[in-house]
């Protein structure tokens, strides 16, 4: 690839990639490093950024261009990497300082334009009512406990002292736990910053940065039959997560079994010295090399390496494609589970930048989605052919019916009958009894409403303060009949339990957690308002007039340098014409 002088060549070489639709951008991004400049291994995060905030804007970007044949004059068609093309002109009309750096040919094609573009632009905005690019929905920020690593309440208590000490205007924010999944944290949206870039506890693997949605597929795998499911008697129950990079699910994976194993067979010395084996094992396939770096790399940050007779749940992450996997191996002889979490088009991770791309194509590349869904399919009956497999989760981060249903059905309809009549079939994960959207009856899958209604799906665009997922539980018939069927509670541990309270979060500051609140039952707190005394309510206005001082602040000092930018543009442009005269009197005279 040609060197160019654009400081937006990365960006332009993303986005371009993104458009060809080979693949989603993070696969993009992170698989590069050949294919960017030789002095970064990877795109930096504001490249990906900046990437992220033009797709954003794309819709309002070729809206723009198809007025007053801006596409034409500018000569849209003729320039080959159209990524970067798309980068300058977000740069120019909605970045943050609307100017262009650095210099080339592309630049200057949109520069002769700058003045129609700007006002097409502000036409366009004002058309959809001020808004210049798709709405993010915010939900709240989940965090999962490692229960490998951390316990639950160490976990928030650490949590709250490290809020306090993060801002002098703030205190800890409100700490929630979830209603459906054990071990999962919910904060105010505010708090994403600040654990992405600043958490120990993140970066040294006691809490993992998790959607709710995605927590699901181990959870239905480990407790969809409900409590004590895992068959005492028996040593060895092994598991596989087929698909299993970057890590985050097959980790979760290890703690619930971990915790559903408890004090049953515990490993205890032998005579000569050495440890019994594990309790169970997790085999972690991912095809993929750079992923597969990525599981391994992230295994080790999550899962501690703890002495032999410690050890419960050994994870042994597995170089191989799934497909290829033999079912007759004996290696794979004890394995009873499999969490299938596919490749899929992502098309339920709501603010992604994959998809803002359904606003600029016509359709939702039914070509693409078919060919997902024909590997789906293939990958689900692989998993069924495991003769010792009596339950399966397949799951993916999809809407589509076709990745989700039909596949379903397709797989129950085709795969193999046993001979003993021990055929697969549908069943509702005990463990989210409560959670109320359900899978799609008739459609393209042709599914029951009883087959739907086993089925769990999530709509972060219908409220569910979650990405959309869909999970898909899937025994066999003789383990469906002797399912114990009990539910456990969630163990909120004196942790309010959440109910919304973030929903319509206008992001003004972060709530207050008092101590006191903390310890309060689940089902008291939740049914009463949040009350401040005299001391926090004042400690509360404080907090708030401090926030909104740094805030104006901010803006004023962001405004002056702004302005400070305009009227150094303003003498450039009037030196250069000033200049100009001066060369074409001096032509005359001469």
Request: charge should be positive.
């Amino acid at each position: 690839m040609s060197k160019n002088s654009s400081p937006y060549h990365d960006a332009g070489w993303l986005l371009s990639e993104h458009l060809q639709k080979r693949r989603g951008l993070k696969s993009i991004a992170f698989d590069s490093q050949g294919n960017l400049n030789d002095k970064r291994k990877a795109p930096d995060k504001a490249t990906y950024a900046t990437v992220c905030k033009t797709m954003q804007h794309l819709a309002i970007i070729n809206e723009v261009l198809n007025a007053n044949n801006l596409r034409k004059s500018i000569g849209f068609d003729s320039v080959r990497n159209k990524g970067l093309l798309y980068v300058m002109i977000y740069e120019l009309l909605f970045g943050k300082y609307k100017s262009i750096r650095g210099g080339g040919k592309i630049k200057r094609m949109i520069i002769k334009h700058e003045k129609e573009l700007r006002r097409q632009a502000d036409e366009c905005i004002a058309k959809h009512g001020g808004e210049g690019a798709e709405k993010c929905i915010i939900f709240p920020r989940y965090i999962r406990v490692n229960t490998l690593r951390e316990k639950k309440l160490d976990a928030v208590d650490t949590l709250r002292t490290m809020f306090r000490k993060q801002s002098e205007d703030s205190v800890a924010p409100f700490i929630y736990a979830d209603a459906h999944v054990p071990n999962l944290l919910v904060l105010p949206p505010t708090a994403s910053s600040w654990l992405h870039h600043d958490c120990e506890y993140v970066k040294n693997g006691m809490i993992v940065l998790q959607d709710k949605s995605s927590c699901f597929a181990a959870l239905a795998l480990v407790h969809g039959l409900g409590e004590g499911t895992i068959d005492d008697k028996k040593v060895r129950f092994d598991y596989v997560d087929a698909c299993a990079a970057p890590g985050n699910k097959t980790s979760h994976l290890a703690a619930l079994i971990q915790s559903s194993i408890g004090n049953i067979n515990q490993s205890t010395k032998k005579k000569d010295g050495k440890m019994t084996e594990p309790n169970s094992t997790v085999y972690a396939f991912e095809r993929s090399s750079s992923r597969f770096n990525i599981l391994q790399e992230r295994l080790k940050q999550l899962i501690p390496s703890l002495p032999d007779d410690c050890t419960k749940v050994a994870v042994v992450p597995v170089h191989a494609d799934f497909l290829n996997a033999d079912p007759l191996d004996p290696k794979f002889g004890d394995v009873r589970a499999i969490l299938l979490d596919p490749s899929c088009s992502g098309s339920g991770i709501v603010n992604s930048p994959d998809r803002w791309m359904e606003d600029v194509h016509d359709n939702k590349d039914a070509k693409r989605i078919q060919s997902l869904s024909n590997f789906q399919l293939v990958a689900l009956k692989h998993a069924m052919s495991f003769p010792n497999v009596d339950r399966i989760v397949y799951s993916t981060c999809s809407v589509h019916d076709e990745e989700n249903e039909a596949v379903v059905a397709k797989a129950l309809s085709e795969v193999e009958k046993s001979e003993d009549g021990n055929d697969w079939e549908l069943m509702a994960p005990v463990c989210l009894e409560q959670w109320p959207r359900r899978g799609r009856e008739g459609g393209i899958g042709g599914l029951t409403k009883s087959q739907a209604d086993c089925l769990i799906r999530c709509d972060g665009l219908d409220g569910d303060e979650t990405n959309g997922f869909f999970v898909s539980f899937m025994v066999r018939k003789k383990l469906a009949s002797g399912c114990i069927n009990k539910r456990a509670p969630i163990d909120s541990v004196g942790i309010p339990i959440y109910k919304g309270q973030f929903s319509g979060f206008s992001g003004r500051t972060n709530f207050i957690a008092s101590d006191s609140d903390s310890k309060q039952s689940a089902g008291n707190y939740a049914s009463k308002p949040i009350q401040l005394n005299k001391c926090e309510g004042s400690s509360q206005q404080k907090n708030d007039n401090s926030f909104a001082k740094a805030n104006g602040k901010s803006a004023k000092k962001r405004d002056k340098k702004l302005e400070w930018k305009r009227k150094q543009a303003l003498l450039k442009s009037t030196r250069i014409k000033t200049k100009g005269k001066k060369a074409t009197v001096s032509k005359k005279d001469a």
